[in-house]
């Protein structure tokens, strides 16, 4: 078993990036011409660019800001740039597992960048295109008491079905997520039906086997987030896409146990601290 933790060394494949900057900057090479063209190829650079947007700045060790990049042949790109102020390897697990999705086809953030001076870190990805978070998805449309709209039922059905495969691929590839709520799945409406990408993966642990502890956590978190918007009948769907990816040993009902007891006390610490 191993386990891949900040700090361990991971390159992507030689031919799809390019080291910069000493080797303090990876930029993906089909990336690299926004970056060269924004003046961007440097460490510093990146680092300390205002963003042209705040995207997220909730605790005062990280955030992250968006930037808006263009070509001289006029193609523009949004990509978020998360920075780690005092710690030099916080980037390294988030940057191996959005390879990691790439490589499995998991709807993920997509690599763009990854650098480090030795004291500050930063892993930037690819925008992602979404209408709204799958957290406000559910409370607008599947409270109870609120008007639902035609066809509810079956749209549900599909989603629930999207969270299943992205989790049962997630965890059939030894990886646990730590953050697994329905505010980091990403919501886009489209013709052809709803599609989901799952974000924020600075906290995923990699396994060559994934320990029972994980999964359940991860469960545990998913379903306290969606426990006001599911009856069984969803849960046993979910369950049943999710198995038929990721198979787990344990017996059903031992493993809801734990994961509702590891729920319980998720919503306790919540309240607790007032989060």
Same mark, same amino acid.
């Given at each position: 078993?191993?386990?891949?933790?900040?700090?361990?060394?991971?390159? *992507?494949?030689?031919?799809?990036? @390019? $080291? &910069?900057? +000493?080797?303090?900057?990876?930029?993906?090479? !089909?990336?690299?011409?926004?970056?060269?063209?924004?003046?961007?190829?440097?460490?510093?650079?990146?680092?300390?660019?205002?963003?042209?947007?705040?995207?997220?700045?909730?605790?005062?060790?990280?955030?992250?800001?968006?930037?808006?990049?263009?070509?001289?042949?006029?193609?523009?790109?949004?990509?978020?740039?998360?920075?780690?102020?005092?710690?030099?390897?916080?980037?390294?697990?988030?940057?191996?597992?959005?390879?990691?999705?790439?490589?499995?086809?998991?709807?993920?953030?997509?690599?763009?960048?990854?650098?480090?001076?030795?004291?500050?870190?930063?892993?930037?990805?690819?925008?992602?295109?979404?209408?709204?978070?799958?957290?406000?998805?559910?409370?607008?449309?599947?409270?109870?008491?609120? *008007?639902?709209?035609?066809?509810? @039922? $079956? &749209?549900? +059905?599909?989603?629930?079905?999207?969270?299943? !495969?992205i989790v049962g691929?997630?965890?059939?590839?030894?990886?646990?997520?730590?953050?697994?709520?329905?505010?980091?799945?990403?919501?886009?409406?489209?013709?052809?039906?709803?599609?989901?990408?799952?974000?924020?993966?600075?906290?995923?642990?990699?396994?060559?086997?994934?320990?029972?502890?994980?999964?359940?956590?991860?469960?545990?978190?998913?379903?306290?987030?969606?426990?006001?918007?599911?009856?069984?009948q969803d849960i046993?769907?979910?369950?049943?896409?999710?198995?038929?990816?990721?198979?787990?040993?344990?017996?059903?009902?031992?493993?809801?146990?734990?994961?509702?007891?590891?729920?319980?006390?998720?919503?306790?610490?919540?309240?607790?601290?007032?989060?």
């Open positions: 078993m191993y386990k891949v933790k900040a700090g361990d060394d991971f390159m *992507p494949p030689s031919h799809e990036v @390019r $080291s &910069l900057d +000493s080797g303090r900057l990876l930029i993906r090479s !089909e990336y690299y011409e926004y970056f060269q063209y924004g003046g961007l190829l440097t460490f510093e650079d990146i680092f300390f660019h205002p963003g042209h947007a705040v995207a997220k700045c909730a605790v005062t060790d990280r955030n992250t800001v968006r930037l808006d990049l263009g070509t001289e042949s006029g193609s523009k790109q949004s990509f978020f740039v998360k920075r780690h102020f005092d710690d030099a390897h916080a980037s390294v697990s988030e940057w191996h597992a959005m390879w990691r999705f790439l490589e499995l086809g998991i709807a993920g953030p997509v690599p763009a960048a990854f650098g480090s001076n030795g004291r500050h870190s930063l892993v930037v990805s690819k925008g992602v295109h979404y209408d709204m978070k799958l957290s406000e998805w559910a409370r607008v449309n599947l409270l109870p008491g609120v *008007p639902h709209l035609k066809g509810i @039922r $079956s &749209l549900k +059905s599909r989603v629930i079905g999207l969270v299943a !495969e691929r997630m965890h059939a590839a030894g990886m646990s997520h730590q953050d697994l709520y329905l505010c980091h799945f990403l919501m886009q409406e489209g013709k052809g039906g709803p599609s989901l990408t799952l974000i924020d993966l600075q906290r995923v642990n990699l396994f060559k086997n994934l320990p029972i502890r994980w999964r359940i956590k991860d469960l545990a978190q998913l379903y306290f987030s969606a426990s006001n918007y599911v009856t069984m046993d769907l979910f369950w049943r896409c999710y198995i038929s990816i990721s198979p787990v040993k344990f017996p059903r009902s031992l493993l809801w146990f734990m994961i509702l007891l590891k729920s319980w006390r998720i919503r306790r610490h919540t309240a607790k601290h007032n989060l």
